[in-house]
């Protein structure tokens, strides 16, 4: 069975931190690997990564994979309390003609104090 | 702003009485999915279609059916909700098969009671 694995499960910091989370995942069919950043709303998209070591990066947030040791990560410098959220990592078959199930991990809860 | 959209945002339904949930889309995807998300677990697909070929995954329970019209709607009934189905529920489309990435609704938050 394909499995995703986030850790840490949440996380309390002060702004200005660094934070990084951690993806984990086996799955039998791999293509690519997304981050989502889910509010209290819809998960929205923040970065899809395909290729081992190219690091993708999006202002404070940026993330790497490594298809080798299976996993990603993703950081956040100088964290803002607008950070606060569940970050969800999710692994995608999505190729040729696979359809693109997302399989996710669990999410970790980052939570950032003023 | 082309999106996906989801009727309603809050749900309350009876035990065992029926309900159905609704996306709708202006992004002209062909690939729309719905996602099962309990509280403080990853969501979980439990269906998606392709066009109009509907595609069940295999632990979906039988209560659990879905209708496309159309390109742009789709909507998830639930037969005969019970506690345990409470959760929040999220569409989600894709541009094409073999597209990873997925645009995600605001989810429906279904409350059984």
């Known amino acids: 069975e394909d499995k995703v694995v986030q850790s840490p499960l949440s996380l309390v910091v002060h702004e200005g931190d660094t934070v990084t989370l951690n993806c984990s995942y086996e799955?039998?069919?791999?293509?690519?690997l997304l981050w989502y950043k889910q509010e209290k709303k819809a998960p929205t998209f923040l970065f899809m990564l395909?290729?081992?070591?190219i690091e993708k990066k999006s202002g404070r947030l940026s993330s790497i994979l490594d298809k080798k040791e299976l996993f990603s990560i993703l950081n956040i410098t100088a964290t803002q309390t607008g950070d606060s959220a569940v970050y969800l990592c999710?692994?995608?078959?999505?190729?040729?003609?696979?359809?693109?199930?997302?399989?996710f991990g669990q999410g970790t809860i980052l939570t950032v104090h003023p | 702003d082309a999106m996906v959209i989801q009727n309603p945002r809050y749900q309350v339904t009876q035990f065992g009485k029926p309900v159905t949930l609704s996306c709708s889309q202006t992004?002209?995807?062909?690939?729309m999915y719905w996602y099962q998300q309990k509280s403080s677990q990853a969501p979980k697909l439990l269906f998606h279609?392709?066009?109009?070929?509907?595609?069940n995954e295999a632990d979906t329970p039988d209560n659990f059916q879905s209708r496309r019209p159309n390109t742009s709607f789709c909507f998830l009934d639930i037969r005969s909700p019970g506690l345990g189905d409470a959760a929040m529920y999220l569409c989600?489309?894709?541009?094409?098969?073999?597209?990873?990435?997925?645009?995600f609704g605001q989810g429906t938050r279904l409350t059984v009671v």
């Open positions: 989600a489309t894709s541009r094409a098969r073999g597209r990873a990435e997925a645009f």
């Open positions: 799955v039998t069919n791999f293509r690519s």
């Open positions: 395909t290729s081992s070591g």
């Open positions: 999710a692994v995608s078959n999505a190729g040729g003609t696979s359809y693109g199930k997302l399989t």
């Open positions: 992004l002209n995807h062909n690939v």
């Open positions: 279609y392709y066009d109009k070929d509907f595609n």
